[in-house]
């Protein structure tokens, strides 16, 4: 095994965990679950079946990734943030053939507490604030807060705020990474250093 298990931790067999992965304590991840490499499950996180996680994410405590998330690369849950994979569940209403899917872009950061509704897509580099509720798609690179969520502004790869309009024309450079930003319309885009 090259990655490792709290002894609290249940890994149903069949689950695929990568490299240098760590899985702290109370976790269930369950059978057809497939975790990439250097990933960090923290303490009472679970794992469905129908669950993708790329390399390099973190899920920090008492999150659980439900039947049809697809996390990519470098995506960071926050504490206690939330998932759903049925857009109007009924306990009376069995629905498990309604699943939305949702897809997390790489290097997405969702906030602690933050509520991702089920059958959207957060954009690359997107940063969800704490206790917001995204229920409709999310840019690449946009600052989204509030319930519903709605975007304010741009964050950089490097995690800052980028000082452009929401729509226009313009580019940024980030003093950390020298990535260039450019602002065309209601888009952000990465341009080549």
Known sequence: ?????????IVDEGATIGEGSRVW??????AGAKIGRNCSLGQNVFVGNKVVIGDNCKIQNNVSVYDNVTLEEGVFCGPSMVFTNVYNPRSLI?????????LVKKGATL???CTIVC???????????AGAVV???VADFALMVGVPAKQV???????EQIPLPL????SYTCPHSGQVYALNGSRLEQVKK
Do not use: I, L, P
Request: with cysteine; net charge negative.
């Open 135 to 137: 229920n409709k798609s």
């Open 25 to 30: 304590h109370f976790v269930h991840v369950c």
């Open 119 to 129: 059958g959207v897509t957060v954009g690359a580099f997107a940063f969800v604030g």
């Open 111 to 113: 906030g602690a507490n």
């Open 153 to 159: 502004g741009w964050m950089s790869e490097y995690g």
């Open 94 to 102: 069995e629905r498990k053939d309604e699943y939305r899917d949702t």
């Open 1 to 9: 095994m090259n990655y490792s298990v709290h002894q609290s931790a």
């Open 167 to 170: 729509e226009g024309n313009g």
